[in-house]
């Protein structure tokens, strides 16, 4: 049952697709306060409650014992000390033991904190502002809560298949040969490849919607040659767009006066990677309108598929801010710095970017209403990403495109996916991706990812391994470093077999994550989940941080700490444990309920198969390059059958949008001689 | 066997303790070469092979997977990304499981660069420069590795009894009325507390060896009144002296040239926290006995115990490259400013903190000698130390004072002992402060704490308390904060009852602690020991990151996750748990060798006992305010014994020199039946 309450004047966010009439109850679940400074929500917490969501957050599954804000931040330092990380997902379930758990809804776009029992232990508390709504959301068990708000928020984003594939990034593929060079570098080791992605430097000089000529002499005569050899190429689009003269899309945003404006209605100045830079009004829907047309520039020449970034949006700094710092740096020259004043130019250029003040100093024209940027702030990514998603419906309506962006608001589930951003290549990172996996998929994130092996600092070897062990159960499977890093594509390390047997195997579980991923999506469902979800009377499933659910039919327990063995295992039933050195090289082995310790090592890929459950794998080709050598005919059944086992197969042409209704999913049955991977 | 290889001409650093003639041999157990750049080792590692040691750095207690750099820094930000903090260790094991294992030290207080398989798994890779003193030491065991190389060594430090007791710092005790309040608030919930901490704020405007009048307006009346509360106060002393006209350690200093000189012999302008300060010249004899004289103002007024801080040394900027950087940053005042400029300009700025050119801007005059001071940069902060302790050695030759560092290298084990700098109210920085302390033993520190709680951030009542309850088994106990953060004193949260447990706990266990300490300093062993170091046949303790033998009886797993239920702990051998709510409600069971989940509730602090080993657990009264509460004839024994169990108990009077002699120190057997505390 969801129930709603309206405070204030709201926005109309776009988050929520169900009509719901507001509720004049008083609220029974929380205590919702409203004063001046906004609406508050506060809830005592039982010893064994448990909060699940807040989408991308730092921190572990259960998010109690910090403060979490929503407020898209471009921070790269995701420590856990961290308070925002790039979106704004605020959706909580409240798990309770003794009493029926419930979730909760703030949609406002502007700040909301989320104190989690940081102040005190057992006080949950929620400030947001003064206009917004809140949907409470009652069930009878966890699983069935994340339904129902999944049905409230509309359904998820559909990626195409081939962006289920192994994918491979990093900033500084310079030219088209850098690419090339990527390309060849998978496929002469046999790694099958689907897409390689542009970052910001195939532009001509940062501008969007653009190439840079000298670096891609022909551009789509090399969007062909890669999709001959089977690789997408899936170009970064900015937020900001940069201010020069004869640059169209400059010209006719100022013209069109599709930027955001500076209080005097001046277009607001904002330096990113191309320099100076106008931001384009994502709230308007004009404005979006045009910037969603400009993908189709990109589209003609053969891409079909985008990752939007920078739109939190990161600001390096504004042309007012930065003047005013510069004036009061040089009025300094001429004391004898003191301690105080050096701590002040430190804070003052320290924060130059992303400056808090920035985000009031600009207007969005939503449609006729003026609204100053920091009461919307965390839409802005969002309605980039909606702008992309609406245009694609047009330009190219009976065909899947490849869509994720960095910021993120619930709502924009139904437009894209999103990456974790910008990681760095610590395994406390590896853990932190396994951990904000179920978070996203219950705020309707289902295709998501983390940059595997790390966006900054340098990878090891034995990281990008256990990572990739991770990732090849997530939707978004990319490898991703930052310029200035160490080299991080698989084949610039030792042991390349061992990778390619990894990914091998992602391409082998590739019919089994591509079917649970779509029926995630028809159903309402968490692809992800963490173990309580799935059992709900289990006295220690609450406490597993390291393990989730991943479909239907198997658990993952990642190894994700350096120079380990194996790792602790926890089973809430008896499962069947499948070891993989390759997808031809597997073991199965029965655990037993309980803890484990289980060994695994380096080049091993492990995973348990719940009871009575079973999973396709393909048999592979040796030569195999990309998802098109995945033959549906050449299916193992794996599974775990006392008598037999059954399994909803969906499957299409993972390109188009005509999906396979419901009635024609295919539903298999085995037999437990009739297995073919089994104890 | 100890063997001595010596490259150039190195400098006497005073490490090692042992005269050992220089050897002719080839090194045959790793591979070392000469060349310009420096002195390089190489060794393949086996894939089992682990590497203990490197003191105070980031990551595991295997240190194998990632480069460590011996460079003293004052960097807060301790992520598993920073390859130094604020040390310089050098000494390492490798543990081999099929060769005998052996350990070598670079004595070079210079940069040395570990890359211990991050570039390749199996390659360790050390450079260092051109003029050091290499030691390689083969042993049996890795046990006797390390003894053999604390013998090599010299003795640690040894401090006073009280320092064993609970200790309460926080940056932001501004006056005598601010630790009043700290006191009343610990013993005004009944408890015990040793020590109160003075940051930098107690001095008159940051001035080493001053007293601000106003704050502490009867200091030697204050420390008296401290004293009869049962609290000794332990303030700081910085390594940079103010310039200021009339300030007669400035003025002495510039007089008998005991400061650092630029290239031209003036005086070295560095500002810390007094702003524009000299950095006294540590590295040379006089200067030091100077500074260490210093100290006597403080002791007469009845302080006993000293941190010294900043000794890095941290340079917050230097008066020439603070100018250098203006200049430019000037400069580009009327360039219209592009994105270069503007990463240029954070550049500059954030890269005035502790730049290493100003490392290459300032020279040593080491009795006679110009050095310049990157040279030598590990050496200053344990040569400050070297300073004070040598003085007290003068000033109170019988009496032991309190004394460590934030910078050390090793030799500087003998004068005092460290914390480990600047952490955060991180989760992973308890997991960190585990890992730190065998790695910190191995290199002779044994007097050695984390900031509990954590420094930077803010600490939830969780974090401090699983904190705590790992703390009490740290030689250095001392709960510590920086300004700005949440108030992190125990009586500043809920629960305080589960608290005062908790750190009475420490006090039941501090007859224990102090023994082991005092025996390990002794006989040359360690405090805190990896498992693998009392298991060498057990296959699985190389594995093990996140246990620690504590002294001869017990075995330590402390929870560092948070909302953990408890934890998963191995056993190399059937052990006994003992599991206290409090110093009374005490509760053993007995568990097998293997691996076990263990429920560990947020007030319980858990320990494991070895087989036919015990231990003392004091046994206080209700209102202990300090160490001197603890009653020598009111122990009780905790044991696990088939038949019987023994212990060598080392006391003595807390605070003089005179130790008991080894042939005094009490066995004591106790049979099953004769065990107060037992299964």
């Known amino acids: 049952m969801i129930k709603k309450y309206v405070f204030g004047q709201p926005l109309e966010t776009g988050a929520a697709v169900l009509e719901i009439p507001a509720s004049t109850d008083t609220c029974s679940l929380m205590r919702l306060t409203q004063s001046e400074e906004g609406v508050s929500l506060f809830y005592r917490m039982e010893k064994e409650d448990v909060l699940y969501g807040l989408g991308e957050q730092v921190r572990g599954i259960n998010k109690r014992g910090f403060s979490y804000i929503s407020d898209a931040t471009d921070d790269p330092i995701h420590t856990e000390g961290k308070h925002s990380l790039y979106g704004g997902h605020n959706f909580l379930i409240i798990s309770r033991r003794h009493k029926p ?49 999944r049905e409230l928020i509309g359904q998820s984003y559909i990626a195409p298949k081939w962006a289920f594939g192994y994918q491979q990034s990093r900033w500084g593929y310079e030219s088209a040969d850098d690419v090339r060079e990527a390309v060849s570098g998978h496929h002469g080791h046999g790694i099958p490849l689907d897409a ?26 090399f969007v062909s040659e890669m999709k001959e050899r089977g690789v997408h190429l899936v170009p970064i689009i900015d937020a900001g767009v940069k201010i020069e003269e004869g640059y169209p899309v400059y010209e006719e945003g ?9 209080e005097n209605g001046n277009d607001f100045v904002a330096a990113v990677w191309p320099g100076k830079s106008l931001l384009p009004d994502m709230l308007n829907s004009k404005a979006r309108e045009w910037f969603g047309s400009k993908y189709k520039w990109l589209m003609d020449q053969g891409i079909d598929g985008f990752w939007n970034d920078m739109n939190e949006p990161a600001i390096f700094y504004s042309e ?26 430190k804070g003052l250029v320290e924060g130059l970017s992303n400056n808090p003040e920035d985000y009031r100093r600009f207007y969005h024209n939503m449609d006729g209403v003026k609204i100053r940027h920091d009461k919307v702030h965390n839409l802005y990514g969002c309605y980039m990403t909606k702008a992309a998603g609406e245009a694609f419906d047009k330009i190219a309506p009976d065909k899947r495109t490849l869509l994720f962006s960095r910021s993120s608001y619930i709502g924009m589930h139904r437009y894209g996916g999103i990456w974790t951003g910008d990681n760095a290549s610590w395994w406390n990172h590896l853990l932190l991706s396994i951990q904000q996996m179920p978070s996203l998929n219950l705020c309707g994130i289902l295709y998501a990812g983390s940059d595997i092996g790390g966006f900054g600092c340098d990878a090891t070897q034995d990281l990008l391994m256990r990572w990739l062990e991770f990732g090849i159960f997530t939707p978004l499977m990319r490898n991703h470093a930052a310029a200035g890093t160490r080299p991080q594509e698989v084949y610039q390390f030792e ?48 406490y597993v941080e390291d393990q989730l659910l991943a479909g239907e039919s198997i658990m ?24 993989m050195k390759s997808l031809e090289e597997k073991h199965c082995e029965v655990l037993k309920a309980g803890h484990h310790y289980v060994d695994i090592a380096l080049n091993e890929t492990v995973f ?10 393909a048999v592979l080709d040796d030569d195999i390059r990309n998802i098109s050598g995945i033959d549906k005919n050449r299916y193992e059944w794996v599974g775990f059958a006392e008598d037999k086992a059954e399994y909803v197969l969906y499957d299409d042409d993972g390109m188009s949008k005509n999906y396979t209704p419901k009635e024609q999913w295919t539903k298999v049955t085995r037999s437990v001689n009739e297995l073919d991977v089994t104890v």
């Not at 100022?254 to 500076?262: I, L, M, P, S, T």
């Open 196 to 221: 390689v992605y542009l970052d910001i430097d195939y532009m001509e000089r940062y501008k969007d919607f653009t190439v840079d000529k000298e670096k891609f002499p022909d551009f789509p005569e």
């Open 556 to 579: 993952i327990a990642p190894v994700y700490r350096q120079n380990a063995s194996g790792r602790y295992v926890y089973l809430p039933e008896e499962m069947m444990m499948v070891r």
């Open 320 to 345: 007012v801010h930065l003047k005013k710092v510069m004036d009061e740096v040089i009025s300094m020259k001429d004391e004898n710095m003191g301690l105080h004043e050096f701590f002040h130019l």
């Open 495 to 542: 042991n390349i077999p061992d990778f390619r047997n990894i990914i091998r195997i992602r391409y082998g579980l590739l019919p089994y994550i591509y079917s649970e991923y779509m029926k995630a999506v028809f159903d309402h469902e968490m692809y992800f989940r963490p173990l309580a979800f799935d059992y709900p009377f289990d006295a220690h499933a609450p």
């Open 254 to 262: 100022v013209r069109e006066n599709y930027f955001c404006k500076d």
């Open 101 to 149: 758990s419930f979730g909760i809804f703030i949609d406002n776009p502007g700040k909301t904190v989320f104190d989690a029992g940081e102040s005190k232990l057992d006080e949950l508390r929620i400030q947001t502002g003064c206009d917004c709504v809140i949907y409470t959301v009652e069930g009878e068990s966890l699983k069935e809560i994340a339904k129902q708000f």
């Open 608 to 617: 348990f198969v719940k009871k009575n459950h079973m999973l396709p794998l």
